[in-house]
């Protein structure tokens, strides 16, 4: 009975998150989801409290991270990163994929994975369309799954949500993941590329330069130039601090701040950044949280831990049931079910490491993987251009598995040296 209560909590969690297509889907998710947990008795309060106690700091991290991304997009920063592809479009269509899928990448190692699939994704489709007024109908689809696969793995703690909550859960500090990380996303980067490269050669063989007229490219104004200093000081601030043992969450809420200010500069009211953070996601990971505590007391953790602790070959397990987990579950509440079930089984960093990595790499097999997968299914129903769920699923086969294996190989060798 206490495991049915409780998938019945995660089902609902879930299923109001990704069924219920509204802006406020995650929050009424996470929120349902410790409304059947608690009314059904498969926590408790002490449950609740515990979660606020341990998620405030990642939570204010990841708020301020979500401020400085939203402040860039209404300063035009992602617009004026679109336009940089402009000019790698007077010649083969190849270089124009090569420049979106690495400026996807850097944007979302940067700021957000999320906020760089949502924002970048429209404003590419756009420029193709300005730039290939009559070819861009075979354009729009590779160039839109550059953006999404780009977004791999976060090669930074900061750049994913659920990376930053897992990874402080575990006192796994911001050098320590950045070592490991980087040389497993870029291995993952490249795979992806390849993999995408090799399935759209016909249509990316295209040697005819763009006719079409050049993306108008405003200047940016000098706030938007201020917001790039923020973010710049912010990156550099992030290692030293986290050498000296300090909070990685009041950096990131000086960089928050300091992007207000600059962006109050030229006229973007603060309402106007707020209303571009993502605050639902916030309740819901408390709400996640929650859920996959009261998994924990049912015995799902513990079976999971089972098959952790027998496995032969760990990181390679873990990587995989991670990813098949959050494709079928959606990444949050099995990155914490992940997390939960390692830390029974006496694992240590690698093995989250190679959970984090399942978990970003995951939801690219099925459009429920991830709210952010969805969000950008439709924001291309929005601006014409469909994907149907077979094409999502197999172009995500063919991406994900070989970088997935590729990315777990990485890390194996990275923990071991």
């Avoid at 009424?28 to 009314?39: C, E, F, I, N, Q």
């Amino acid at each position: 009975m206490e495991v049915l209560l409780a998938v019945a909590a995660l089902a609902v969690t879930v299923g109001v998150t990704l069924g219920w297509s509204h802006r406020a889907a995650p929050a009424a998710g996470g929120v349902a989801g410790v409304v059947v947990a608690l009314g059904t008795g498969a926590v408790d309060g002490a449950a609740l409290e515990a979660a606020a106690r341990e998620l405030w700091r990642p939570l204010v991290t990841i708020a301020s991270v979500m401020t400085m991304t939203s402040a860039a997009r209404e300063l035009g920063l992602f617009e004026r990163l679109a336009a940089l592809i402009g000019p790698r479009t007077r010649g083969p269509v190849r270089h124009a994929f090569r420049v979106v899928f690495v400026l996807a990448a850097l944007s979302a190692a940067i700021l957000s994975n999320d906020a760089t699939i949502l924002v970048l994704t429209p404003a590419v489709i756009e420029l193709l369309r300005t730039v290939y007024p009559r070819r861009h109908p075979q354009f729009v689809v590779p160039f839109a799954f550059a953006v999404f696969y780009a977004a791999g793995v976060a090669p930074l703690v900061v750049g994913n949500p659920m990376n930053l909550v897992v990874a402080d859960r575990a006192g796994i500090g911001f050098n320590e993941y950045a070592l490991r990380m980087i040389p497993v996303a870029v291995a993952g980067w490249v795979t992806a590329y390849l993999v995408l490269a090799r399935l759209y050669r016909d249509v990316l063989a295209d040697e005819a330069p763009a006719l079409g007229a050049w993306p108008r490219s405003p200047p940016l104004p000098r706030a938007a130039w201020l917001v790039v200093a923020a973010v710049a000081a912010v990156m550099v601030a992030y290692p030293l601090v986290s050498f000296l043992d300090g909070p990685l969450w009041a950096v990131a809420c000086v960089g928050a701040v300091a992007c207000v200010a600059a962006a109050a500069t030229a006229g973007v009211r603060p309402a106007a950044i707020a209303g571009g953070v993502s605050w639902e996601i916030l309740p819901f990971l408390v709400g996640v949280l929650v859920v996959a505590t009261a998994l924990e007391g049912a015995g799902v953790v513990g079976a999971l831990a089972d098959l952790y602790a027998d496995t032969p070959a760990p990181l390679a397990t873990i990587g995989g049931v991670a990813a098949v987990g959050s494709a079928v579950l959606n990444n949050h509440p099995m990155a914490l079910l992940g997390a939960l079930a390692i830390e029974r089984a006496g694992g240590g960093t690698p093995e989250i490491l190679a959970a984090l990595v399942g978990g970003d790499l995951g939801p690219r097999l099925l459009p429920i993987g991830s709210l952010a997968g969805l969000l950008w299914l439709a924001a291309l129903r929005r601006a014409g251009v469909t994907i149907g769920v077979l094409t999502f699923v197999r172009t995500g086969a063919l991406v994900t598995a070989p970088a997935l294996a590729v990315s777990l190989a990485v890390l194996w060798l990275v923990t071991r040296l």
